[in-house]
């Protein structure tokens, strides 16, 4: 069955430490890989994607993600963490043809940022 | 708007009742998805519009869900006989197409059945 497993429900780092987020994912294929974030009250916003190339992607607000195709992993780091930050992150994956907008999403990990 | 806009943000309704929720995606984009976000759990995919066709309604969960998008644009996902289990939050996207490009989020709607 296809899935995506963030294993951490809840973390919690310092501001200015730095910060990975994990996601592994169960697929058929090699599908399209993504990292969203969801404030509290806001919609989706799109951190960063990999589709293919270097398997380090940079996104927005300094973060960058790794995937290692043979560890179904595509990890969230960011070096050092703003308390603007703090916020629900959701890693999602989609078919690469068809309805590549058909994304299967983790069920999240809330991010909380202690001053 | 420059964004996807939902309506309403919050909706209270009774259980066995009929819901209209409303999404105003991007201008231009001809590409449309309905999420539905339970507590607690990341949001899992309803039914995807490419134009005014309902391509990929495969994540609809049962005959009660059903979404419209007659003119290309506006779509409605219309729930009758509501029951306490469809309580969420429902998010729209839309897309330029193409199967590279990035979907835009709205806010969402929040459902209450009581």
């Known amino acids: 069955a296809q899935s995506v497993t963030q294993p951490d429900i809840h973390i919690t780092v310092s501001e200015g430490a730095s910060l990975e987020l994990r996601c592994n994912y169960s697929y058929g294929a090699t599908p399209y890989l993504f990292w969203y974030v969801q404030s509290p009250g806001q919609g989706l916003q799109l951190l960063l994607k990999?589709?293919?190339?270097?398997?380090l992607v940079q996104g927005i607000k300094g973060f960058e993600a790794e995937f290692k195709r043979s560890q179904s992993s595509f990890n969230l780091r960011k070096p050092s963490v703003h308390w603007s930050d703090a916020a629900e992150y959701f890693c999602?994956?989609?078919?690469?043809?068809?309805?590549?907008?058909?994304?299967?999403f983790g069920q999240g990990t809330t991010l909380q940022v202690k001053p | 708007g420059a964004g996807v806009s939902q309506t309403p943000s919050n909706k209270v309704t009774e259980k066995g009742k009929y819901v209209e929720l409303r999404c105003d995606p991007i201008s231009g984009h001809t590409a449309l998805y309905w999420y539905r976000q339970s507590l607690g759990q990341g949001p899992e995919f309803l039914i995807y519009f490419q134009g005014t066709g309902a391509a990929d309604d495969s994540g609809l969960p049962n005959d009660r869900f059903f979404a419209v998008r007659p003119e290309g644009s506006v779509s409605t996902l219309k729930i009758q006989r509501t029951e306490r289990g469809d309580s969420a939050v429902y998010l729209c996207?839309?897309?330029?197409?193409?199967?590279?490009?990035?979907?835009?989020f709205g806010q969402g709607t929040r459902l209450t059945v009581v």
């Open positions: 999602a994956v989609g078919p690469r043809s068809g309805n590549t907008g058909k994304l299967i």
């Open positions: 996207a839309s897309s330029p197409g193409g199967h590279t490009s990035e979907a835009f």
């Open positions: 990999y589709f293919s190339g270097d398997t």
